[in-house]
């Protein structure tokens, strides 16, 4: 973990709600994919977690959704301001398990996690597939993003209104040799359901510190309790215990 202040260099919406914006520093190192940020904002006692879109020595980018204070209140801020960051959070995915053809499953700001860990594992000579789920066609984003990387793309819609008509659940490929997913907590059981194969799962979650320190984000696993801030937010399958799935 490190504390810096960060510059902001781009701040621009990508669909009605969610914004990207890239940050840069000259002593920022490049993050991990699954892994996040904790930014302080002015005026709120708590700092917001915000995962990291991509990265690369002295700059990273998020995507974030705005939902409450924090957030609208980034919306709202200028190139050249600057944010007090603490980054290098998280444990991050481990791609050392993804096998040769590895599938990628996000719903809605789940979605941002999975690019670096795409562009790393293709980087690596993988073929990745990625599933990505939204709720209706004016919420899609990242689909040329990810396309671009080399991966085969496919989007959902709970509506039908773009792509698949369902959730990620619905458009998984007959094969793949593990998985990797982010997403809201009822995605996250879905896919705990349905897949066939081992896999890792980012956890969205309320913290504190953000740090490991407040204890506010624990949750209980087959080895005891885990900091989804420090021991997470990635689990792997085997060892998450739903309190109802």
């Given at each position: 973990?490190?504390?810096?202040?960060?510059?902001?260099?781009?701040?621009?919406?990508?669909t009605?709600?969610?914004?990207?914006?890239?940050?840069?520093?000259a002593?920022?190192e490049?993050?991990?994919?699954?892994?996040?940020?904790?930014?302080?904002?002015?005026?709120?006692?708590?700092?917001?977690?915000?995962?990291?879109?991509?990265?690369?020595?002295?700059?990273?980018?998020?995507?974030?959704?705005?939902?409450?204070?924090?957030?609208?209140?980034?919306?709202?801020?200028?190139?050249?301001?600057?944010?007090?960051?603490?980054?290098?959070?998280?444990?991050?995915?481990?791609?050392?398990?993804?096998?040769?053809?590895?599938l990628?499953?996000?719903?809605?700001?789940?979605?941002?996690?999975?690019?670096?860990?795409?562009?790393?594992?293709?980087?690596?000579?993988?073929?990745?597939?990625?599933?990505?789920?939204?709720?209706?066609?004016?919420?899609?984003?990242?689909?040329?993003?990810?396309?671009?990387?080399?991966?085969?793309?496919?989007?959902?819609?709970?509506?039908?209104?773009y792509?698949?008509?369902?959730?990620?659940?619905?458009?998984?490929?007959?094969?793949?040799?593990?998985?990797?997913?982010?997403?809201?907590?009822?995605?996250?059981?879905?896919?705990?359901?349905?897949?066939?194969?081992?896999?890792?799962?980012?956890f969205?979650?309320?913290?504190?510190?953000?740090?490991?320190?407040?204890?506010?984000?624990?949750?209980?696993?087959?080895?005891?309790?885990?900091?989804?801030?420090?021991?997470?937010?990635?689990?792997?399958?085997?060892?998450?215990?739903?309190?109802?799935?």
């Amino acid at each position: 973990m490190k504390q810096q202040v960060l510059t902001i260099m781009e701040n621009v919406p990508v669909t009605g709600s969610v914004y990207r914006m890239r940050l840069e520093g000259a002593e920022l190192e490049a993050q991990k994919p699954g892994g996040f940020v904790n930014i302080r904002l002015d005026g709120l006692f708590l700092r917001r977690p915000i995962s990291v879109f991509d990265s690369a020595p002295g700059s990273l980018t998020i995507l974030y959704k705005v939902v409450g204070k924090g957030t609208e209140q980034m919306s709202g801020m200028k190139a050249g301001e600057t944010l007090d960051v603490l980054t290098g959070l998280g444990n991050g995915y481990d791609m050392a398990k993804a096998g040769d053809h590895p599938l990628l499953l996000g719903g809605g700001v789940g979605v941002p996690p999975l690019y670096l860990l795409a562009k790393q594992l293709i980087a690596a000579g993988k073929k990745v597939s990625a599933v990505l789920g939204f709720n209706t066609a004016a919420e899609v984003f990242g689909e040329a993003e990810f396309r671009a990387l080399g991966c085969d793309v496919t989007v959902t819609t709970a509506d039908g209104s773009y792509g698949v008509k369902g959730f990620v659940t619905d458009a998984l490929p007959a094969e793949y040799s593990y998985f990797y997913t982010c997403g809201p907590e009822p995605m996250l059981k879905a896919v705990y359901r349905a897949a066939k194969t081992s896999g890792q799962f980012s956890f969205e979650e309320r913290m504190g510190c953000g740090f490991g320190a407040c204890m506010g984000c624990s949750c209980k696993t087959i080895t005891g309790y885990k900091r989804i801030c420090r021991e997470g937010p990635v689990l792997e399958k085997e060892e998450i215990l739903w309190a109802n799935l």
